[in-house]
């Protein structure tokens, strides 16, 4: 059976299953590309004649006509598609396509804050209420440590050392590690702790960071104050607890930190983890220079 005529008796026999117009449409688009790809090898092949050899090809044949790896891998999964029915249909005994990885997806870069950005959260903020030091105090914590939100809501009072400017965190997997404070954090967890007790209902809470009915803050109520603040002063597609995070490794590196130096304040039980902040750091040199020197685009 020819590819044309076995890519119709597919179609056909998706529309008898009751699958939708567009998971119809979507197989036969990728299907006609393929016989496109095919007709331009040199005409009309039997679908029983088609190799792994064959096929490979057309992955570059779709990035040539500038298909992202998202489009090229659907279009793989048709032509795995049409093989699996062809092998129950008997028109074929092996399904060449499958031996054929898909392209791996591009991971996105994590949205960080601009320096000026991480500066700004702090005029944000309603200094003058307990609610509003503490929702500071998180902050300047969460991007000047490079704390994991679920690792700062564990934190206790005890675990802060503001003499020494140390916080002892437990990670995942139970690993514990001791990251330094920023002069800003320390100000900020010293003023927060000066009218904890306005929120906190019983003496014995030893929560570090605890809600409006003074029980320890929880991380849903820890997103819902950090996307409101990073609102109004940041147009990072992302507005989470993890977008401090991120800004603090970015930030580092981008003054010349040494990767292994981060990867171990971050927790990280690898570099290779710790490595796509050097893939932002240098997307943000790229565009700053894209943006700021004259002979940039031509």
């Known amino acids: 059976m020819t590819v044309h005529d076995a890519v119709a008796d597919f179609c056909s026999s998706l529309e008898r299953k009751g699958s939708s117009r567009h998971t119809i449409d979507a197989y036969r688009t990728a299907l006609r590309q393929f016989e496109e790809y095919l007709g331009e090898l040199g005409g009309e092949y039997d679908l029983a ?88 105090a998180l902050c300047e914590l969460l991007y000047g440590s490079g704390l994991r939100i679920s690792e700062a809501l564990q934190l206790d009072c005890d675990s802060i050392d503001t003499s020494r400017r140390l916080v002892k965190v437990l990670g995942k997997r139970n690993k514990e590690r001791i990251v330094p404070l920023t002069a800003a954090s320390v100000d900020a967890i010293l003023a927060w702790q000066e009218r904890r007790h306005e929120l906190t209902t019983t003496a014995s809470e030893r929560a570090l960071f605890v809600g409006d009915r003074g029980a320890r803050l929880t991380s849903v109520s820890a ?32 003054n010349g930190a040494d990767l292994s130096a981060v990867s171990e304040l971050l927790g990280h039980s690898s570099l290779s983890t710790t490595q796509v902040y050097t893939h932002v750091s240098v997307e943000r040199l790229k565009e700053a220079y894209h943006r700021a020197h004259p002979r940039a685009e031509e």
């Open 49 to 136: 004649d088609i190799t792994e050899s064959d096929i490979k090809p057309f992955l570059g044949w779709l990035h040539d006509r500038g298909l992202e790896k998202r489009s090229i891998r659907a279009r793989l999964a048709a032509v795995k598609a049409l093989f699996k029915f062809g092998i129950r249909m008997g028109y074929v005994k092996r399904n060449p396509a499958s031996v054929i990885a898909s392209p791996k997806l591009d991971k996105p870069l994590p949205a960080v804050l601009q320096q000026d950005e991480a500066v700004r959260i702090q005029d944000v903020v309603d200094l003058a209420t307990a609610s509003g030091l503490r929702d500071r």
């Open 223 to 254: 997103w819902r104050i950090i996307r409101r603040l990073l609102g109004p002063i940041t147009e990072s597609r992302r507005k989470s607890p993890h977008v401090l995070r991120h800004s603090f490794a970015t930030h580092l590196l981008d």
